[in-house]
């Protein structure tokens, strides 16, 4: 199984309620694309936030009828609960599934922290950011997942093969050194970090701080 983390577009208030501006649906479209390159996605569960369900229409207007419906899961919300949303999915998905989990800030860090099950590196999560995780011991009861890359509508992170397979082989939940060193045609260093570590940063250290 795969895991997709991402982060809504560029969002605005529009009376109560905050929607995708023009570049915010631009940012996610450039992104699902390169994500369409490499993943087939299977589900996609969103927050039922308005920018959240967005950005899920469209992604699943570029998968062109493949996925059969959008599904909204309350604890995406930014402040909702990243346990539960790991259980959940482990009782709902199969394993060749490829689920795109569709959040906010800070939720999407707390996201990344409980899947990985080890305190990873990980980019800051920019607006239409999207990190893919890879299933490792599908027979565990509680599976681990490991950081295989990371886009952006601008940009592509590719974890290397060694360091994904020295995550494989840690003694859970040991944390794995990951220097951001490791991240190929990477963003800059201060843009990278703990997941833990940006979990209740100032929001205004996020880049387009906008969760």
């Not at 699902?32 to 969103?46: H, V």
Request: glycine residues 6%.
């Amino acid at each position: 199984m795969r895991v997709i983390i991402m982060r809504h577009g560029e969002a605005m208030f529009e009376g109560p309620e905050r929607v995708l501006t023009s570049r915010g649906r631009e940012e996610i479209k450039m992104t699902t694309l390169k994500l369409l390159s490499s993943s087939n996605i299977t589900r996609i569960f969103c927050s039922p936030k308005k920018r959240a369900v967005q950005t899920a229409q469209v992604v699943s207007s570029l998968l062109r009828g493949k996925v059969p419906e959008i599904e909204i899961l309350p604890e995406l919300a930014p402040m909702g609960n990243a346990s539960y949303v790991y259980d959940y999915v482990n009782a709902v998905a199969h394993d060749s599934d490829t689920i795109l989990l569709i959040s906010h800030i800070p939720q999407v860090l707390s996201l990344a922290d409980v899947f990985t099950a080890v305190d990873c590196d990980v980019p800051r999560f920019v607006t239409g950011g999207a990190l893919i995780l890879q299933q490792l011991d599908s027979s565990a009861s509680y599976p681990r997942f490991v950081a295989e890359s990371f886009f952006t509508p601008s940009s592509e992170l590719i974890l290397p093969q060694t360091k994904r397979s020295a995550v494989a082989t840690a003694p859970a939940p040991a944390p794995v050194p990951t220097p951001a060193t490791n991240w190929s045609h990477g963003l800059p260093s201060s843009l990278m970090g703990t997941a833990s570590s940006f979990i209740g940063a100032d929001h205004s250290t996020f880049a387009g701080a906008n969760a």
